[in-house]
């Protein structure tokens, strides 16, 4: 499989930034499925519509029937907005005043594929092809405060493959390992009378192994629990590095590499069917973003690392409902709100990470379109909280002076839309 490049430092800054084109905290997606789209992902890890619900709980796996295949993708369609002021405290050196950009994550489709099959009456197997992370971000040429950042690309494609196992009828477990391959790349200007030079630019590519695991309590045959863990996975993301702030000259390019943590998650969700129509879902998950604490460099031709930023994160949580209503003996409406908490304080966000709180709105249906095969539709609107952002180099002497800082404001929402085929055999 071929691997698109993207940015090294960006892999972290910008993933961060990947807020702006995800809809999950930091450069994590939620995005899996389309049908889980529908209710704002509420519950995933107590559900079982199709193939899919592996990619959240392996333990699923058991309740589906048959052989079945699930597949469909995500357009992701970001409008993020970044206004504000640069400054300089030294009148010698320039100060570039008020300057914005618009729209600057680009849109994005995200692709799914997913397969299950019974082994025994006991244990089914499946697996799964998606992503977890994701973004890209482009301040444009025009943005005078590049010299904090100004692009970032990271980009994972994960093979998942999954085994589950029921011990009895109420309890079943299941777990997977977790392929994880990653480009990513990032870049920053410094704006100058003649254009624009640049500052810095890294880009990388790794693959790394991480699993997951998970568990469903059928409690009784109305009400369901799930939980689910995701490992973080580590990468060294290996690819180059040039620019004026790592060498003070701007016409070398060197090997280098840079260390990268996809952080891990849980979630404990419920499943409650009310009636023969109305079914209730609900979901709380935790991501450790505190593991997030600086992007550093390793580029041996100019001494070993180079500190890009600091970033110290801290944990996101994110809280979800939703319903599921049967209209019909074909046709099943979905919605759904949540709220993510960012995964960064005022302090510490930046203009490539526009790292804000986001509340999910959400509506869905799922249609049968003969008994074995089903096609579901998901739409929702993220808005994310307008908030406040101060990007300067702390501590820093003569290179903080040179580069000023940037007092701005990020503003946006984002739209979601998706489809899925699922067919059992």
């Keep these: ?39 704002a992902f509420a519950g995933e890890a107590a559900m079982a519509d199709n193939a899919s619900a592996q990619f959240r709980n392996p333990a699923m796996l058991t309740y589906l029937k048959g052989i079945q295949v699930s597949a469909g993708a995500i357009y992701v369609d970001p409008n993020i907005d970044i206004e504000g002021t640069h400054s300089n405290a030294n009148p010698k050196i320039p100060s570039f005043g008020k300057t914005s950009t618009s729209d600057f994550a680009n849109s994005a ?29 482009d301040l444009g040429t025009d943005f005078k405060a590049s010299m904090f950042g100004n692009q970032a690309d990271v980009h994972t494609v994960e093979i998942n493959p999954n085994l589950g196992y029921k011990i009895n009828d109420q309890v079943s477990v299941g777990a997977g390992v977790r392929y994880v391959m990653a480009s990513g790349h990032f870049g920053a200007a410094l704006p100058t009378v003649l254009g624009k030079t640049k500052l810095k630019y890294m880009e990388g590519e790794d693959n790394a192994w991480g699993w997951q695991a998970g568990t469903a ?62 079914a209730v879902h609900a979901s709380v998950n935790w991501t450790d973003w505190s593991a997030f604490e600086k992007l550093e460099a390793n580029i041996p031709q100019l001494g070993g690392n180079k500190k890009i930023k600091d970033e110290n994160w801290k944990d996101n949580y994110r809280f979800a409902i939703g319903t599921t209503y049967q209209a019909t003996n074909k046709l099943v409406l979905r919605s759904g709100i949540a709220y993510d908490t960012s995964a960064v304080d005022e302090v510490n966000r ?3 990470i526009p790292e804000t709180d986001r509340t999910w709105l959400s509506v869905g249906a799922g249609y049968a379109w003969s008994e074995n095969l089903t096609l579901d539709a998901g739409f929702t609107y993220i808005f994310a909280k307008k908030a406040h ?35 059992r055999f």
């Design 109 to 137: 489709v995200i692709p799914n594929f997913y397969f299950s099959r019974p082994l025994t009456d006991k244990a089914t197997i499946g697996i799964a092809f998606g992503t977890h992370f994701g973004m890209r971000t």
């Design 217 to 278: 309590w059928q409690i009784n045959a109305s009400n369901r629990i799930g939980i689910s863990y995701q490992s973080a996975v580590k990468l060294n993301l290996e690819g180059h590095a040039s620019g004026l702030g790592f060498d003070g000259k701007g016409n070398g390019v060197y090997a280098g590499t840079l260390p990268l943590e996809l952080p891990a998650s849980a979630e404990i969700a419920s499943f409650h069917q009310l009636n023969d129509q109305w």
């Design 389 to 423: 952002m101060l990007e300067q180099e702390k501590g820093s002497g003569a290179i903080g002076e040179m580069l000023g800082q940037f007092d701005g404001q990020t503003s946006g929402h984002i739209w979601l839309a998706g489809v899925q085929a699922s067919y």
């Design 1 to 39: 499989m071929t691997k698109n490049k993207i940015t090294l430092a960006l892999a972290i800054t910008a993933t961060v930034g990947i807020s702006s084109q995800a809809s999950a905290a930091g450069f994590q997606l939620a995005e899996y499925s389309a049908t889980g789209l529908g209710r």
């Design 350 to 352: 930046t203009q490539t």
